[in-house]
């Protein structure tokens, strides 16, 4: 079965306080999109790569593509306003049922081969995998007056991380069900599986710290340390 990555790329930055998407800044002489895109071209287990672009950046990603020699990149398409729309986009542009999707945030460009490797492997098992790290703080459930309500054992708690892998079908027929909701609301795709496939199990990988998303001004500044970190030693 064919494995298909989902780089998604339409988010603006606006928590960053950029003019430029955050995909797209300069970090260490790469755009961080770069860095995500190479990881997945390197990687074996991974047949093909569709990025998910804001459409006024679509030219821009053909551009890194054929200036970085990205064999893998067949299709860049255009998103939408919310992170599902771009979702949904990718599911148009591919049919076959008999094919595993890999949705990655284009921000988070330090995933490991590993991961992406584990997730693919799960595939064989499973119709849906997402990856995670154990939960470190104490999460606090508040009420309305802004006092605990409940303290949830973090033993069974993680933080999401992606990718999200699916086979297709699967992803397809939970959207199509979440669509006829009038009420539907995510914030990434497993979610919409749980929720509209609650049958469905969701196999969990083993995610590293170091998958971090890059959301505010720090993570920037921890990404270029880790990227030249990994220049140096690779020396």
Sequence with gaps: MR??????AGGSGNRLGSDAPKQFLKVAGKEIIEYTIDTFEKCNAIDEICIVSR????????????????EKVKKIVPGGKERYHSSLAALDAYTDDDTNLLFH????PLVSERIINDCVSALQNYNAVGV???????????GDDNCITNIP????LRNAQTPQGFKRWVI??????????????????????????????IY????ENTNIKI????????????????????R
């Design 132 to 142: 995670a790290t154990p939960t470190t703080d104490t999460i606090l459930e508040i």
């Design 105 to 108: 945030d284009a921000v988070r």
């Design 204 to 207: 969990i990988i083993n995610g």
């Design 153 to 156: 054992n973090r033993n069974q």
């Design 172 to 201: 397809r027929k939970a959207y199509d069900i979440a669509l006829a909701d009038e009420h539907f609301q995510t914030t990434d795709d497993c979610g919409v599986v749980k929720k509209y496939l609650p049958s469905e199990k």
């Design 3 to 8: 494995t298909i990555a989902i780089i998604l």
């Design 55 to 70: 459409a006024d950046y679509v030219s821009h990603i053909e551009e890194l593509v054929e200036l970085n020699h990205f």
């Design 215 to 234: 959301t505010y001004k720090e993570d920037i500044e921890l990404l270029e340390k880790l990227c030249t970190s990994t220049k140096d030693n690779a």
